[in-house]
């Protein structure tokens, strides 16, 4: 009998099996395609790999020239960028399988069918078994939500995953989703040189953020050429001799556009649609896997983790959870801050944010305070002529503790990590900035916006103390 039964190899359930290994635990892990998940091979991976191929291209036609750098005939080989995308996937998942052999995780190729309370039924090159636990831990990911009666056929209409494989780039090119998917997705076919239109149902762009940075991010990302149209909602997609028309409603006027190719980029489901539980009621009406604050669902022993279960659908926030879940059954007491899950949108300049909004902050009546500083007075961003965007931190105004951080710039995903390293430290914004940053770096722009939070900035001018 395992102590830890995993199913599912992702950042969720490899982690998991990992850490539980390193702890000493007997531990087995279910997998019925490739190890790393959707991340690794069809997701996080591949998307950032290809995120940074476009992003070359686009700086070595429209950046580089005012850097007295002259290059002419550019082209793209486009199957060489797949394949070097491909290269990158396979490096990790064979690392990852390495880990899982290391750490003596006993991998199981089969499909787990059938969850009881101490084993798990699933169906593989031996047939059907069923495998004893302890603890069965649950993290079989998520898939692309689709819209109900629109086939996905990822030769003209494509979902998130397809959207990574295509073979040509296409000359028109509409994105339904203006999310953190859709943006990305967008950005690469954008920057190889496809026109790109952006449909998407909400009325406010990036609500998650201040509407203040909301309103920045969609300026930019007008001269990058996204073109982005916000409250509409799709009636009909339909392949068309090898295009696809697509009808929609915006601001009460029906329309009707015609391109090349689709993506699809509205969010994602959770896979439980293919498992059987011996007790269905630890499912919600949405397929999400009920769970408490520790990942645990109503029978004990039984634990669900990542994109199954309530929160934001990350990588990283899916493997902290696998590893409070091991330390727990371990014996130690372990425990997870959802207040500070990071998130960020890899487009360029890259959106990162953390903790709360201003208009949180008002709804909890909670007095706060404001610092920002601009990449324009950044001497690292001039220098590297990254100067788009700014860095916005609130904080209690009492306890002066850092209560929120969000940043559109360059480098935002590492420069978010040293805000949230003091905001688990539960620092004040006084404390953290009495750091001392390397000079010139772009992080010193989230020092300055701490500064500037109590009318301490050195390099822009401060507001008035009232």
Not at 167 to 185: C, D, F, N, Q, R
Not at 200 to 225: H, W, Y
Not at 376 to 383: E, F, P
Request: proline share 3%.
């Amino acid at each position: 009998m395992y102590d830890i039964l995993v199913i599912g190899s992702g950042p969720a359930g490899y982690v998991t099996a990992i850490k539980a290994g390193q702890l000493g635990l007997k531990v087995g892990c279910i997998e019925e395609g490739s190890v790393g998940g959707t991340c690794l091979n069809i997701g996080c991976i591949p998307s950032k790999s290809l995120l940074d191929s476009s992003l070359k291209h686009y700086q070595l036609n429209n950046d580089f020239s005012e850097h007295g750098i002259k290059v002419e005939n550019v082209s793209i080989d486009l199957e060489k960028m797949m394949s070097r995308k491909n290269v990158v996937i396979d490096q990790l998942t064979q690392g990852v399988s390495a880990l899982l052999k290391t750490n003596k995780v006993d991998l199981i190729k089969a499909r787990a069918t059938t969850i009881k309370k101490n084993s798990i039924e699933v169906i593989g090159e031996n047939g059907n078994q069923e495998i004893e636990a302890r603890n069965i831990i649950i993290a079989t990911g998520s898939s692309p939500r689709n819209f109900s009666g629109i086939e996905v056929d990822n030769e003209v209409i494509f979902d998130s995953e397809g959207a990574l494989e295509f073979s040509t780039i296409p000359k028109k090119l509409v994105v339904v989703g203006a999310g953190v998917i859709g943006l990305e997705l967008g950005s690469i076919w954008s920057r190889l040189g496809s026109e790109v239109t952006i449909l998407e149902s909400e009325k406010t762009f990036l609500p998650m953020l201040d509407a203040r940075l909301s309103r920045q991010i969609a300026r930019e990302f007008k001269v990058q050429g996204l073109n982005i149209n916000l409250g509409c909602n799709i009636s009909e997609i339909k392949n068309q001799n090898s295009c696809a028309e697509i009808k929609f409603l915006c601001n009460d006027s029906e329309q009707t556009i015609h391109t090349d190719k689709v993506i699809i980029a509205i969010g994602r489901e959770p896979n439980t649609n293919n498992l059987s539980f011996e007790d269905p009621s630890i499912l919600d009406d949405n397929g999400f896997i009920e769970v408490n604050e520790f990942c645990q669902t109503k029978l004990e022993n039984i634990w669900a983790i990542g994109d199954v279960v309530r929160g934001p659908q990350l990588a990283h926030k899916a493997s902290e959870e696998g590893v409070m879940i091991a330390e727990r059954i371990y014996g130690e007491n372990t425990h997870i801050n959802y207040d500070h899950v990071p998130n960020v949108i890899y487009t360029h300049p890259e959106i990162a944010w953390v903790g709360k909004t201003e208009d949180q902050l008002k709804e909890e009546n909670i007095d706060y305070k404001t610092g920002s500083f601009p990449f324009a007075a950044s001497g690292k961003a001039l220098a590297i002529s990254e100067t788009v965007g700014s860095v916005n931190i609130v904080a209690d105004s009492k306890s002066d503790k850092i209560l929120g951080i969000q940043i559109f710039g360059p480098s935002a995903s590492e420069i978010l990590q040293q805000g949230l390293i003091a905001m688990d430290a539960d620092m004040s914004s006084e404390d953290f900035s009495s750091s001392i940053f390397s000079h010139p770096t772009v992080s010193e722009a989230l020092h300055e916006a701490t500064l500037a939070m109590n009318s301490k900035a050195i390099h822009i001018r401060n507001k008035k103390k009232t």
